[in-house]
């Protein structure tokens, strides 16, 4: 494998959380609530997904108690916001810490422990193409997973009735209730959504990127997915760019120190969210950036009337 190869699969690896985790937020924004949340639901589903295949012996099983995991987190936030209607702010954070203890304290007997990995996709033929094989046909199955989730969600939002329901929540939701859509319906699905793409993003942090359980592992990878939503100005395809922009940020100062650069590995660490300060301050200086796509009624909760 040549350096660029290996240098544009790192890359492609680092970005594949963050390509889950923030489309599914972007779902969940798009009908008009804000889930802070993300770093907890990802979290949970890296703890759950490493324990669910430590214990099966296949990584499949736990990929699926990491969705499990994550939409679970994200119906118990859904629950407090929607149907308690209790502010959507101070519940993400909440649901965030919650998370972050909860998960040291499953997996702290298995801390120390070698990992199941998610194996890669070897097909036949494809995969030895020069450059490209290795590049496109031999990821593994969450990274496709990751690719065809924001096609069909771009294709959903945009292309269907149900698509259009949700953006007009999202727009207005007391309109919305008045043509007759269950406003609190649609939430809760966005939001379940939301969780299982979070829970997804943590089963490839602990099966894919680094397959083995340490504590606080998503290192704040959920807030980044949060940055990306707005850098994207909600829209699917602009996020994937975005992500693929901060994976190359991440893994390149790291192979900047194997060529010898002398980068501190404390600034390589930093590079990350350093860079998302930057990109929100730059959107926030095009307010049209901000506020073209960013729906209405975001964060607002929806009471009916009786």
Do not use: K
């Not at 599914?24 to 924004?29: A, C, D, Y």
């Not at 798009?30 to 639901?41: C, D």
């Not at 793409?197 to 397959?211: D, I, K, Q």
Request: proline residues 4%; hydrophobic residues 55%; glycine residues 14%.
């Amino acid at each position: 494998m040549g350096f660029y190869e290996a240098v544009l699969i790192s890359v492609m690896t680092a970005a594949t959380p963050l390509v889950l985790a923030a489309i599914g937020e972007l779902v969940v924004e798009r009908s008009g609530v804000l889930n802070l949340g993300v770093e907890g639901m990802m979290i949970m589903g890296a703890v759950c997904a490493f324990a669910g295949a430590q214990m099966s012996g296949s990584a499949l099983v736990g990929v699926v108690c990491g969705m499990i995991a994550g939409g679970a987190f994200s119906l118990l936030f859904g629950f407090l916001t929607l149907t308690l209607v209790a502010n959507q702010v101070a519940t993400g954070l909440a649901l965030t810490i919650l998370g972050l203890g909860l998960s040291g304290m499953i997996g702290e007997s298995f801390i120390g422990l070698p990992g199941v990995r998610l194996p890669v996709l070897d097909i036949p033929v494809l995969s030895d193409i020069p450059v490209i094989g290795r590049i496109v046909f031999g990821q593994d199955l969450l990274f496709y997973a990751s690719i065809g989730l924001v096609i069909g969600v771009a294709w959903f939002l945009f292309r269907t009735r149900a698509g259009l329901r949700l953006r007009a929540i999202g727009d207005n939701h007391g309109s919305a209730h008045a043509l007759g859509v269950s406003v609190i319906r649609v939430r809760y699905l966005a939001v379940l959504f939301g969780g299982v793409c979070s829970g997804l993003a943590g089963a490839h942090l602990s099966l894919v990127y680094t397959p083995q359980w340490v504590e606080n592992m998503s290192a704040g990878r959920g807030w980044i997915a949060l940055a990306l939503v707005v850098f994207a100005s909600w829209r699917p395809l602009r996020l994937l760019a975005g992500a693929y922009l901060f994976g190359a940020v991440s893994i390149g100062g790291l192979h900047a120190q194997a060529l010898g650069v002398g980068i501190p590995s404390q600034f390589v660490s930093m590079l990350p969210y350093l860079a998302t300060i930057v990109v929100l301050v730059l959107i926030s200086m095009d307010r049209r950036l901000t506020l073209i796509n960013r729906p209405a009624s975001l964060g607002q909760p929806f009471v009916p009337e009786r």
